[in-house]
């Protein structure tokens, strides 16, 4: 069993380069089927969701190689391909292959996608928006099995501003006949990425950060090279450790607005905060005060960086309060927070928080990736030795998490543990 073993009580401090963006690679991994040529990516984390997304893609004929730093991918001859359920239940993004295969290929099976068990995230926007489209879809057990000789452009109104349907709808659309327009579409900046991507490859695309995305269809995209952006979640995760170690650390290469609703709140419970063209730096020389927290989509407070700043606010002063409104079940962090001696209850979506003055090491087990990270960043300011276990929902989307932290003076290291043996 691989177990993260932290040391707390050491404030984090340095500068850290951010790797790239998971969640921006995986919607641009689902997307570089709908290239004709080899497209060349720079900056792709080498995090487990990466792994099995292009074992996906080498199913479909794409063929994939590393050159250094550098992924080359070229989907020119696509073959017809039926995943099985355990491979697209590993990752939710397995989903966003089904609009770029039919549009490539006519036709597509796909089996239900999986992922973090972090609450409904129903596919119905996705459906919807393909059916729009002209694609004829049946479920057939779990699988859906999906026609469509001829994509067209046409008008989608997204109920909710899902990000993941954002991003597949106005991926199949860049080979739909005609205009598509997206309204009421997802503002987060990997939106903008995986638009910035699909231009590179030829897409016409207008208004992608905006909640009006306009598709103009083309007959064939072509390959291209692209940069992936930094992941502005690790970013967070990073600003973060500084403010529950009361440390100092500065996040490069990354965009500062894409921190303002995490970087805003830490002001609010006392932290310092700066930041230049490229670079975002947090720091706290005292004890935190609660705070209220309300996760929102984009530009709002991220989803993904709840469980994480429960973290922060189980140390905090007073009583704080943290409403997710995106997931109904992102609540796993929770139990196991307690077990460290934090002070946290749970009323319907609303995790109500009653800060305490330190937190003691203890043996926890991750129930999904950001519950992970929060688990970690609890674990580098507790007093004493924290275990975290099940670090493979960690390694789903953090690139070489520990010896990020090591370089900023986190006490951190990935250990082999031998599973007990069950008595006779």
């Not at 059916?131 to 099995?145: L, P, Q, R, S, W």
């Not at 909710?160 to 309204?183: D, K, W, Y």
């Not at 989509?297 to 973290?311: H, K, N, S």
Request: glycine share 10%.
């Amino acid at each position: 069993m691989t177990v993260l073993r932290i040391e707390g009580g050491t404030p984090l401090s340095g500068v850290v380069d951010v790797p790239g963006s998971k969640n921006a690679s995986l919607a641009i991994l689902s997307s570089v089927l709908l290239a004709s040529g080899p497209v060349t990516l720079r900056n792709v984390p080498r995090v487990s969701d990466v792994f099995i997304k292009l074992d996906l893609l080498r199913g479909y004929g794409a063929k994939i190689d590393w050159e250094g730093e550098n992924l080359v991918i070229d989907s020119s001859e696509l073959v017809d391909f039926e995943p099985t359920p355990e491979m697209t239940r590993l990752i939710r993004t397995s989903f966003y292959l089904l609009g770029p295969i039919l549009a490539r290929l006519g036709r597509a099976r796909l089996p239900m996608p999986g992922g973090c068990q972090i609450g409904a995230r129903p596919v119905d926007y996705h459906l919807k928006g393909l059916t729009a489209m002209g694609a004829k879809i049946d479920t057939i057990g779990e699988m859906y099995v999906v026609d469509a000789p001829r994509l067209v452009g046409t008008e989608i109104y997204l109920d909710f501003p899902s990000a993941g349907a954002t991003q597949h709808l106005m991926a199949t659309a860049t080979l739909a006949e005609g205009i598509t327009v997206i309204e009421n579409a997802a503002m987060e900046p990997e939106v903008t990425s995986l638009a910035d991507f699909l231009v590179s490859l030829g897409a016409r695309i207008e208004g992608a950060g905006t909640s009006t995305i306009t598709i103009q269809g083309k007959e064939k995209l072509t390959g291209s090279q692209f940069f992936i952006p930094a992941d502005r979640l690790q970013a967070g995760t990073f600003l973060l450790g500084a403010a529950i170690t009361q440390g100092d650390v500065t996040v490069r290469g990354v965009l500062p607005e894409h921190q303002t609703a995490v970087v805003n709140k830490l002001r609010e419970a006392g932290a310092k905060a700066s930041e230049g063209p490229d670079w975002v730096r947090v720091s706290a020389d005292r004890r935190l005060r609660g705070i209220r927290v309300k996760t929102m989509p984009y530009p709002g407070f991220p989803t993904d960086v709840q469980q994480p700043m429960a973290a922060v606010l189980a140390m905090a002063d007073g009583l704080s309060t943290v409403n997710e409104t995106i997931y109904e079940s992102r609540t796993g962090h929770i139990g196991e927070l307690n077990r460290m001696g934090a002070k946290m209850t749970i009323e319907g979506r609303t995790t109500i928080i009653e800060g305490v003055a330190e937190l003691q090491g203890a043996k926890v087990v991750a129930s999904d990736l950001r519950a992970g990270a929060a688990l970690v960043l609890a674990g580098l300011a507790a007093k004493g030795v924290t275990e975290v276990r099940n670090v493979h929902f960690i390694d789903r989307g953090y690139e070489g998490l520990e010896s990020l932290l090591t370089h900023l003076g986190g006490r951190i290291q990935r250990i082999q543990e031998k599973e007990p043996i069950p008595l006779a």
